[in-house]
């Protein structure tokens, strides 16, 4: 979605904005603007395309301006990109920059018109501008307060006016992070914006207003109290939101998985009791009650969440529903159901409706997410950080292997809560889990020959990703990453399904991934589709006497417990999508029409 930034402090803002923005530019890419103070004024810039682009220009006038401004990266919703609908959006002495929809916005538009205003853009945020300027006399977060009141949906405001000193914002259902640093106070839609700048943040409340100067930053309720800050301080090191010398930050990410599973899995596990301390927010009396856990989550987070649909009833005796947010049907919940949201952002829009639905029905609830201080945190009676580090690449990765490593952690936890799992087989499934950092390295460091393959199947129009059990979530992963990065048409399926439509698509020389790690059965499929004239390139365990017989092309995965191989095999089906995006020479960190936080239903 779009990404807001503003900055209150003794230096001149442009530049600071100019790089904040670029550190947000994941969360949207299609145009982008500044409001910066300049001479009593307020100087706005903004152009569809890239922040760099806008930014050169700014350079070129003389990087003119003041201590304060606000800026914004869009995701077009409402209006095409252009540089009318681009933000800043402006009225009288008010600039603002908003991420979130406006409900109501054909309604206030017509009630702003009929008082004289004019409208420039065809986005729903310019009623927010006209509604400020409305209401404001001298007072901006009054002004603010009483245009917020007014508008119905989703949003992340940051205001500014010529005549005022600080800046002003407001969130509902949009997420905006305050960064407190020395003599200068931020404000972005996400915390790597803020990373080199300051690691001191808090993270804005539904209903809240703040007023920020380079002083001090105050909160007030909707009633205009002042309410207490809850200050986090963020254990990121800033140049885990930088490059490092990769050509991508999807890359980096992938060659990063070892340490953050080695993260996701630190301190967690007790070897001695076989056991794995986690903060679920449930009693063992509590998990001993349930009697189904049903996840809610959006696209490579709800590909995790399909493997707890074979892992959670092994390892906890709990069966587990898995739906996709936007379509959950909160109606078949009962009290002895807990309820998971798992979501890297932990702020996307229909997880957290999905969640809310859920929790209305009186059940226990739980996240996974990499976001600390995120909102679905606030939403839930636990959560399970992943503890991967910021992910700034669009296609989720390194994240996606964390969400399993702790779908694996929780289930031996609610195994050993509920009495169904003993000791020892936890202790060999924890020890096991240990090695993963190290496996996953051996995949990456066999890159080359992954690369060969995409290199040679560049061109296909159609991949297939075929996988039976806690291999079909990966094959659902794998295509997504392929079409998402790639743009080439890709299925994920259970390997057993083909036969019954998808299989009439498989045509000489169709690249099928088969994931290949477990079973004998993903064997016959291979031969099925190998029979059609496909290419099969399997993900094999290393040595395995079988697949080379029957596939076109083998990766080796190291021998690991079955389930775990899971893992093993998403980092080969990323690395097949990285290296096939780069052969078309495409956008892998910015791929088109895509946003990583998606803040909108
Ligand atoms: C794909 C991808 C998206 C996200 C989805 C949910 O690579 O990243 O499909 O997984 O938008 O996002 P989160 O996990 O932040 O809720």
Known sequence: MCGIVGYVGQDNAGPILFDTLKRLEYRGYDSAGVAIASDGEVLVLKSAGSISDLEKGYIDIGSPGENRGVGHTRWAT???????????????????????????????KEHLIDQGFEFESETDSEVLAHLTNFYYQGDLAEAVRAATSMVEGSYALAVMAADSSYLVCARKDSPIVIGLGEGANYLASDIPALLPYTRKVF?????????????????????GDLVPIHLETV?????????????????????EQPKAVQETLASRISEIEGDVKLETGLSDEEARRLDRASIVACGTSYNASILARYVFPRAAGLPVDVEV??????????PSTLLIGISQ?????DTLTALRRGRACGVGSLAITNVVGSTITRQVDGTVYTRCGPEIGVAATKTFTGQLVALFLLAIRLGRARNFL??????????????????????VDGRERIREIAESYADTDRYFFIGREFLYPIALEGALKMKEISYISAEGYPAG??????????????????????????????????????????????????????????VEIPETRPVFSAVLCTVAVQLLAYYTARAKGLPIDKPRNLAKSVTVE
């Open 422 to 443: 003993g000791c020892e087989d936890a202790r060999k499934m924890l020890l096991e889990l240990t090695r993963l950092p190290g496996l996953i390295q051996e995949v």
């Open 203 to 223: 993270w804005m409340k539904d209903g809240e207003i703040a007023i920020i100067d380079e002083e001090k930053v105050d909160i007030r309720d909707k009633f």
């Open 78 to 108: 409402h209006g095409p990109p252009s540089t009318k609908n681009a933000h800043p959006h402006t009225s009288g002495a008010v600039s603002i920059v908003h991420n979130g929809i406006i409900e109501n916005y054909l309604e206030l």
């Open 325 to 334: 947010a936007s379509e959950f049907q909160s109606i078949q919940l009962k």
């Open 345 to 349: 952002s932990g702020e996307t829009a």
């Open 497 to 554: 399904e083909l036969k019954h439509g998808p299989l009439a698509l498989v045509t000489e020389g169709t690249p099928v991934v088969a994931l290949a790690t477990y079973g004998k059965k993903i064997q016959t499929n291979i031969k099925e589709v190998g029979a059609r004239g496909a290419d099969v390139i399997a993900l094999a365990t290393a040595g395995d006497p079988d697949i080379c017989k029957i596939a076109t092309t083998v």
């Open 235 to 255: 254990d990121w090191d800033p140049k885990a939101a930088e490059k490092s010398g990769y050509p991508h930050f999807m890359l980096k990410e992938i060659h």
